[in-house]
């Protein structure tokens, strides 16, 4: 399919640039994904798609403070950092901004331990060594990214953070899971529907739009992901009693097709480590019964992923609904649920 596909025409008044307040009375736009049906709801009205029995699947990460502020060594200029993958104690992968960032460079962390630049990468990208663990700063040097769509937001930092993150690890957030909040969690599994954890530590290629003109021909951003022994027993019980599984955002997709993968006699397996998974119309999906998701960027993986659950012309026209209807669109926007 050509990338071009998956474009549409959003204008930038669309983009929400601060969240709604309660988390859980965001615009929920229902899909019925076979008939192109579609219902305007609010997120706190998703209890009554669920059903007892069903399986609600989240990915618990925590996103980092991965925003740096530096100057070089000599010289004084301004640099900017954004941690994207650890790969050693002291080296991270990062997006570095700032002239004259070659190998060898050094810089000062603002109240954080010196580094330079060991390799250069594509585009901005280095390794980068720091002299400490840089993790040990983040609590007075660290600042939460957000991607750059969102402009001037000064809210709370933590609104960018799902109510039931744990482990710390994403560039991120995993945007379908802002609009939980603990009442309706506790809500849900009164209900009779159980939760369940994924991790899957989300990276800024997430947001990056597919470049080439064919989708076959992209090299889709590999992503660290981990599916428990528990996770998967409560899977494999859910769809042997008849439930549902319900996937909490494309990064939860992404991580139980990938565990899917490896299925054996039908039963997922526990699951750790890298995916390049790349989910396109004509993907035949394995354990994702219902996703909850975002609007997301034209020509993107994920709107991507989307279309290849439901399909591509059915979703495009969701999205020119949703804008006749004054929807937001992007990580503090408003929510989808395809069933």
Request: glycine share 8%.
């Amino acid at each position: 399919m050509k990338t071009e596909d998956f474009y549409y025409h959003l204008p930038g008044h669309f983009i929400a640039q601060v969240p709604v307040e309660p988390r859980d009375h965001s615009r929920l736009m229902v899909l019925n994904r076979k008939t192109g049906a579609i219902e305007h709801r609010h997120f706190y009205d998703i209890l009554e798609y669920l059903d007892p029995g069903d399986l609600l699947v989240v990915n618990n990460t925590r996103v980092i403070p991965a925003r740096l502020f530096a100057k070089k060594i000599p010289g004084g200029g301004n640099v900017e950092l954004l941690l994207l993958n650890k790969t050693d104690d002291l080296e991270w992968e990062c997006l570095v901004g700032g002239g004259g960032m070659k190998v060898g460079r050094a810089f000062q962390i603002e109240n954080g331990p010196e580094g330079q630049i060991k390799a250069v990468l594509e585009g901005s990208k280095r390794v980068v060594r720091f002299e400490e663990k840089i993790e040990q700063f983040f609590d007075r040097a660290g600042h939460t990214p957000l991607p750059p769509y969102i402009q001037n937001y000064v809210g709370d930092p933590e609104r960018y953070q799902t109510v039931y993150n744990q482990t710390p690890g994403s560039a991120a957030a995993p945007t379908a899971g802002l609009h939980f909040t603990p009442e309706l969690l506790d809500r849900i599994l009164r209900k009779g529907v159980k939760l369940a954890n994924v991790e899957l530590r989300v990276g800024l290629d997430t947001f990056a739009p597919v470049t080439e003109e064919n989708i076959e021909d992209h090299h889709i951003h590999r992503e660290w992901c981990q599916l428990s022994a528990e996770t998967a027993e409560l899977i494999n019980r859910t769809r042997q009693t008849g439930g549902r599984i319900i996937a909490a955002g494309t990064t939860t997709v992404r991580t139980l097709e990938s565990a899917c993968q490896s299925s054996v006699n039908g039963q997922i397996l526990p699951f750790s480590g890298e995916t390049n998974l790349f989910i396109t119309p004509g993907y035949e999906f394995g354990c994702v019964d219902i996703m909850i998701t975002n609007f997301h960027l034209p020509k993107s993986t994920l709107l991507m992923l989307v279309s290849a659950f439901s399909n591509r012309e059915r979703v495009i026209n969701a999205y020119e609904v949703a804008k006749q209807e004054g929807y937001r669109f992007f990580s503090f926007g408003d929510a989808m649920l395809l069933l």
